[in-house]
């Protein structure tokens, strides 16, 4: 479906660079059943002169006996496809269409109006850069209208063209469509703002489809074809953070290593920096390559193949991401859910997760609220039925590697599928790691505890101990020397006759936190409920060391808020993994090695460094002892020993 | 206002999902592989299959129908195609089917269509314990074919049932399966015949020569042009084969494949006939008119 060749005023040639260097559109068409989706890309198709002599007679055929535009040739029936459809006179299934002008190529994804469709109409939405949503002028803003509109948001399409059809059926009145646009900017605005454009039309009769008309001659914008002609595309893939999923590892002889897939997002660039997620490994990118030769840029949607600089490994699933622009990594996950099955979903029910390139097993452990795509009300339910939209928190057995899919679609974005009839259940559109809610829940601290003033007060404490009360968190990867620092520390603080208690990860996990496992969730528990013990420690006028990997950013964050950030001081044991990896004291990385034991901080998932922590020490190069001392100046400094 | 800083065309973009696409296939299903019909589309897979896997091998067989009733360019092309690239393919025949004699002039397309295509491939995929096919369906080809999905399921008996397809959102392939059950892979379904043909023109990738055209020997038959490629198409009483500037716009099985009147000798002029001819490809299949929706049903009985 391609404009003519006129050989009387252009070569093939010509034709063909231009056709070759065209841009591809994907936009998406919805609306309620009778609004004349199909008639207006039957229309496309027919105006743009896309369709050839035989497939017109066949739908003058088709008129005849399925019809409903009495004589003329019923230009919806050329993208009504399966049999059982005609019949029915309704599309039932996304249907996609291809059609071409001198300046772009477009995919149109045809979904049905029908309501029990909307896991069709996500399913559309899923690969558009634009929503076409039309509205018949005579009913208005209808209550489908919304419902596509908020799915067309929910699923991240970027720009909207609102197309008030049948302005034949209400005289080209340009107070209807006014009214109707000024009633969808209303509803829209409690939406998150988007490109929004509006065009009045006649797709049975013709008018603004492809060129103006004279019957509207208020209305002085673009024609509906001008506009998807004219739209920006592509520029936003490429303007957010780097992102390729690993698809497969091409390795045909020892010499070549490459990590095929396809760019997600951003761009790259020989000589960048790049993380290898989850694990967070890092290294630099020596070669674009490809069939047709290497390349000094590549931006989304390109398939490359990139080596490294670094003999690094990562497999299907990992993600290669920009180093300076890292995504997040979680084993626990908030989402929207699309259900897209008719047996109910309900809490607890096991799937197999994909995103990006990544296989999972996963659990849905709550759902948290169904969105009414009609109100935009959330309210909280314990299931989802076919075609709900809801949030829910996932819990999977791998941790994934993700942004938020409004930021960045490729990495943002999973569908649940069904572990023994695999059928896709839900499509999914990722919110962010599951905020865990036990950390906010502070008790009351200080003087004033169960409404019992303090017998002892904190000047009487600091007096007698010759101290101030602090939590010094000692953070870093497993070997780097965090623990026999810790036991340093306490030992030299109490020769200074200073009173400290030391806490960490092993012991902890002995007695108080024996029921936690190594998940990033169980992870996050174990430091919330050493940080508790950590704050009544320093409630006692006592110094608290506390050994930890901590590898998350924001659980430490939310460590200092529940210690007390003036009392809380983040010590970074920042010795490379490398390093941690060939003294391993505990034998715990060539334990990983061997019998396949998975997060393990640095290796299976990221841990991330502070950025500003109140100390840096480099502890594969310091003595114990200097790093001691250095601890024991900053707590001077800090006026908490004196 | 943001920049591009990579501007792909579409047919950089169409390429580049064709690409991921194949990789799946590479990477999610034990035992693939591609479909190759020796026609355009075939031959446009392959180069994309090449470029998928670069600079490695292509990590599956190719595997070829013979309806023993291809044309025999066809059949020189593809032994020298394999040839050159070193592909490991692998061509399957119904046996039965030739023992019983069968042929599209006694037994009439649709039954010749069924024993030496459908069942054929049937055969081939089962004894193959092939989980996945790589085809080279296209979506604008066939009215049915406009909502096939890119990884279209089939049952244990290689059914495909319109009713029982997965939603396919992003590029979140579904490629999970149960034992015996397997999927059909279409790598360019959003390809349109004009794009298979500039990138064929842009890639420089080998066709067939019977997409040029040159003289060749055809009779008339209810306003079909068909060649007569070797003496197995039986003379009516009077008629003679005669000498003709002809070019296919698809190919196939040679008494099911009607040749179109032409001078375009060169790709460029093929593609400046198609642009200005008001039929669509399809047309020359004598498949597709055997009666509405005709297709659909081919489809739900396994044919590709």
């Given at each position: 479906m391609d404009p003519r060749f006129d050989a009387?005023?252009?070569?093939?040639?010509?034709?063909?660079?231009?056709?070759?260097?065209?841009q591809l559109l994907r936009f998406l068409t919805c609306g309620s059943v009778d609004d004349g989706k199909s008639t207006l890309i039957g229309r496309l198709l027919h105006d743009t002169k896309g369709i050839y002599e035989d497939q017109l007679a066949a739908v003058e055929g088709d008129s005849r006996k399925y019809g409903t535009q009495g004589?003329?040739?019923?230009?919806?029936?050329?993208?009504?496809?399966?049999?059982?459809?005609r019949e029915q006179g309704i599309t039932i299934d996304v249907a996609y269409r291809y059609f071409s002008t001198e300046k772009r190529k477009f995919i149109v994804a045809d979904t049905p109006g029908h309501e029990q469709y909307t896991r069709n109409m996500a399913t559309g939405a899923s690969t558009c850069d634009l929503a076409v949503l039309l509205v018949d002028a005579r009913h208005g803003v209808s209550v489908q209208t919304r419902r596509h509109c908020v799915i067309t948001s929910l699923l991240g399409i970027p720009k909207i063209i609102v197309a008030i059809n049948k302005m034949d059926l209400v005289d080209w009145s340009r107070e209807t469509y006014e009214s109707i646009k000024a009633d969808f900017e209303a509803f829209a605005?409690?939406?998150?703002?988007?490109?929004?454009?509006?065009?009045?039309?006649?797709?049975l009769e013709g008018d603004l489809v492809v060129e103006s008309s004279p019957r509207a001659p208020w209305y002085e914008g673009p024609s509906f074809l001008e506009l998807i002609e004219s739209i920006e595309i592509g520029a936003a893939a490429q303007e957010t953070a780097f992102r390729m999923p690993v698809n497969l590892v091409i390795r045909p002889d020892l010499d070549y290593r490459g990590f095929g897939g396809r760019i997600e997002s951003g761009v790259v660039r020989p000589g960048d920096r790049v993380k290898i997620m989850p694990a967070g490994t890092e290294s630099k990118v020596s070669r674009i390559s490809t069939f047709d030769g290497d390349l000094d840029i590549a931006g989304a949607p390109r398939s490359v193949s990139i080596v490294l600089e670094d003999?690094?490994?990562?497999?299907?699933?990992?993600?290669?991401?920009?180093?300076?622009?890292?995504?997040?990594?979680?084993?626990?996950?908030?989402?929207?859910?699309?259900?897209?099955?008719?047996?109910r979903l309900t809490p607890g029910r096991e799937f197999i997760l994909r995103h990006g390139t990544r296989v999972t097993p996963c659990r849905v452990r709550r759902i948290v609220e169904r969105l009414?795509?009609?109100?935009?009300?959330?309210?909280?339910?314990d299931g989802l039925e076919l075609n709900e939209i809801g949030r829910v928190e996932i819990e999977t057995d791998f941790p994934l590697?993700?942004?938020?899919?409004?930021?960045?679609?490729?990495?943002?974005?999973?569908?649940?599928?069904?572990?023994?009839?695999?059928?896709?259940?839900?499509?999914?559109?990722?919110?962010?790691?599951?905020?865990?809610?036990?950390?906010t829940a502070t008790p009351v601290s200080g003087e004033d505890r169960d409404g019992q003033p303090d017998p002892v007060s904190p000047a009487e404490r600091e007096s007698r101990y010759g101290q101030r009360p602090a939590t010094v968190l000692l953070t870093g990867l497993a070997g780097s020397g965090k623990t026999s620092l810790a036991a340093l520390l306490e030992r030299a603080l109490f020769d200074l006759g200073r009173v400290a208690i030391r806490l960490d990860g092993t012991t902890m996990r002995r007695g108080l936190n024996r029921d936690l496992g190594f998940s990033a969730e169980d992870r996050s528990e174990n430091l919330r409920r050493s940080m508790e013990t950590a704050k009544l420690v320093n409630d006692e006028g006592l110094i608290c060391i506390a050994a930890f990997v901590a590898p998350v950013a924001s659980t430490r964050r939310k460590a200092a808020e529940l210690v007390g950030e003036d009392r809380f001081l983040e010590v970074h044991c920042a010795a490379p993994l490398e390093h941690c990896r060939s003294k391993d004291a505990t034998g715990l990385y060539a334990e990983a090695a061997t019998k396949g034991l998975e997060n393990i901080p640095g290796v299976d998932f990221e841990y991330e460094p502070p950025d500003a922590p109140d100390l840096l020490l480099p502890t594969h190069e310091l003595e114990p002892e200097e790093s001691v001392n250095r601890i024991l100046d900053l707590l001077r400094t800090r006026g908490i020993l004196r | 206002m943001s920049a591009i800083k990579d501007q792909l065309s579409h047919l950089q973009a169409l390429e580049a999902?064709?690409?991921?696409?194949?990789?799946?296939?590479?990477?999610?299903?034990?035992?693939?592989?591609?479909m190759y019909s020796i026609g355009k589309d075939s031959s446009v897979m392959l180069h994309l299959a090449r470029k998928a896997f670069a600079p490695g091998k292509i990590p599956f067989p190719l595997l070829h129908i013979d309806t023993t009733w291809k044309f025999r360019e066809m059949i020189a092309f593809r032994d020298r195609t394999a040839e050159e690239?070193?592909?490991?393919?692998?061509?399957?025949?119904?046996?039965?089917?030739?023992?019983?004699?069968?042929?599209?002039?006694?037994?009439?397309s649709r039954v010749y269509t069924d024993v030496m295509k459908t069942q054929a491939l049937k055969q081939a995929l089962t004894a193959g314990r092939y989980d996945c096919a790589i085809g080279g369906a296209r979506r604008d080809e066939e009215k049915s074919r406009s909502k096939e999905r890119v990884f279209s399921f089939r049952d244990r008996n290689h059914r495909w049932d319109p009713k029982n397809q997965r939603p396919e959102l992003w590029n979140l392939w579904n490629t999970r399966i149960g034992p015996g059950e397997s999927v059909r892979a279409f790598p360019i379904s959003n390809w349109t015949e004009l794009d298979v043909w500039s990138y064929i023109h842009l890639e420089k990738i080998p066709v067939v020569p019977l997409y040029l055209s040159a003289p060749r020997p055809v009779v008339e038959r209810d306003g079909v042009l068909i060649m007569v490629d070797d003496d197995r198409i039986p003379m009516e009483p009077g008629e003679q084969p005669e000498m003709r500037s002809v070019r296919f716009r698809t190919l196939g099985c040679y008494p099911l494949t009607g040749a179109v009147e032409s001078e375009a000798a060169t790709l460029a002029d093929v593609i400046a006939e198609m642009l200005i001819a008001r039929t669509s490809e399809r047309q020359g299949r004598v498949i597709d008119h055997d009666g509405d929706g005709s297709m659909e049903d081919k489809k739900k009985e396994g044919y590709f």
């Open positions: 009387s005023t252009d070569t093939i040639d010509e034709y063909l660079a231009r056709h070759e260097g065209k004589g003329h040739a019923d230009l919806a029936l050329l993208v009504d496809g399966l049999r059982s459809e605005s409690d939406l998150p703002s988007r490109e929004q454009h509006f065009v009045p039309m006649s797709a003999e690094i490994d990562a497999s299907r699933g990992d993600v290669i991401v920009s180093a300076d622009q890292p995504c997040i990594v979680s084993d626990r996950i908030t989402a929207d859910l699309v259900w897209m099955h008719e047996d009414d795509v009609d109100t935009l009300e959330r309210s909280p339910v590697a993700f942004d938020p899919y409004e930021e960045i679609r490729g990495t943002g974005s999973l569908i649940l599928v069904d572990r023994i009839g695999n059928w896709t259940m839900a499509a999914g559109m990722v919110r962010g790691r599951t905020e865990d809610n036990r950390w | 999902e064709s690409i991921d696409i194949i990789r799946e296939v590479a990477s999610s299903f034990q035992r693939p592989v591609m690239l070193g592909l490991d393919l692998v061509v399957h025949s119904n046996q039965e089917g030739i023992d019983q004699g069968m042929s599209p002039f006694v037994h009439g």
